[in-house]
Nanobody, 122 residues
Framework: QVQLVESGGGLVQAGGSLRLSCAASGNIFGINDMGWYRQAPGKQRELVAT???????NYAYSVKGRFTISRDNAKNTVYVQMDSLKPEDTAVYYC????????????????WGQGTQVTVSS
């Protein structure tokens, strides 16, 4: 079984920075795309950014130029550096990953972390 554990959330003033980390552990035989999503109170979960195994990135328009996603394949870890934070970035941030945990199968499935709270005060 594979799990994702996030860390790095907290309270920060507008204009500040935070770095979130998410590490995958367990029986891992491959990881495809990894990403970050967020869900604000009363809103649907939305994409923040994704990164492919070879480093290709995709960002939501609202965070482009302020957030940077990266990954360390050797550590099965994905990061997001969040700069110039705004109050509207306040949300629970979730990481996800497409993982393969069966050495006899090429089937990948999506798993989610438990979420970490990011609060940006004005």
């Amino acid at each position: 079984q594979v799990q994702l554990v996030e860390s790095g959330g907290g309270l920060v003033q507008a204009g500040g920075s935070l770095r979130l980390s998410c590490a995958a552990s367990g029986n891992i035989f491959g990881i495809n795309d990894m990403g970050w999503y967020r869900q604000a109170p009363g809103k649907q979960r939305e994409l923040v950014a994704t990164v492919s195994p070879d480093g290709m990135t995709n960002y939501a328009y609202s965070v482009k130029g302020r957030f940077t996603i990266s990954r360390d394949n050797a550590k099965n870890t994905v990061y997001v550096q969040m700069d110039s934070l705004k109050p509207e970035d306040t949300a629970v941030y979730y990481c996800n990953a497409e993982v393969r945990s069966n050495p006899l199968s090429w089937h990948y499935y999506t798993i989610w972390g438990q979420g970490t709270q990011v609060t940006v005060s004005s």
